[in-house]
């Protein structure tokens, strides 16, 4: 089998049928594996909005469950614990779903005079950082 590598970088005209089917798998290999690539970022973030929705959903039930506590007990809640704890006449709890993000951190509760916020601190955990996620946001 003859192999001439003089012009191997363009193939122009010097390779052998071998080598130039060998360039073309590898040329195929390459566009599959960016192909690959693109799909997997595409679906990372399409993930991240899912995630994203669910924890805005999240929130935003647990701050209506916050505002029904406030009403019911004329006070907030010292906790979010306490939204599981407490039993409404009902007896079921304002809120049965863990109280933590898509991170698996709980979430944060801050109360000052008669206002509240419920956050998360986002993917580092860290609160104040410019990940932490708050309704709508």
């Known amino acids: 089998m003859e192999q001439n590598v003089q012009n191997t970088p363009a193939c122009a005209g010097g390779c052998s049928k071998a080598t130039k089917i060998g360039v073309a798998i590898a040329a195929v290999a390459l566009v599959v594996a960016v192909c690959a690539f693109i799909l997997h970022m595409q679906a990372k973030k399409e993930l991240a909005v899912q995630n994203g929705l669910r924890l805005n ?3 935003k039930l647990i701050t209506e469950a916050v505002e029904m506590y406030r009403a ?3 006070k907030l809640p010292a906790s ?3 939204l599981v704890k407490y039993k409404t006449s009902s007896g079921k709890a304002l ?3 863990p109280v933590y993000d898509t991170w698996k951190t709980p ?3 801050k109360v000052e005079g008669d206002k509240f916020s419920v956050f998360s601190a986002g993917p580092d955990a860290k609160e104040g ?3 932490d996620v708050h309704l709508g946001k």
């Open 57 to 59: 959903a999240r929130i």
């Open 72 to 74: 019911q007990n004329s």
């Open 80 to 82: 979010l614990d306490e």
């Open 129 to 131: 950082t410019a990940d």
């Open 95 to 97: 809120y049965e779903d």
């Open 107 to 109: 979430l944060i509760y």
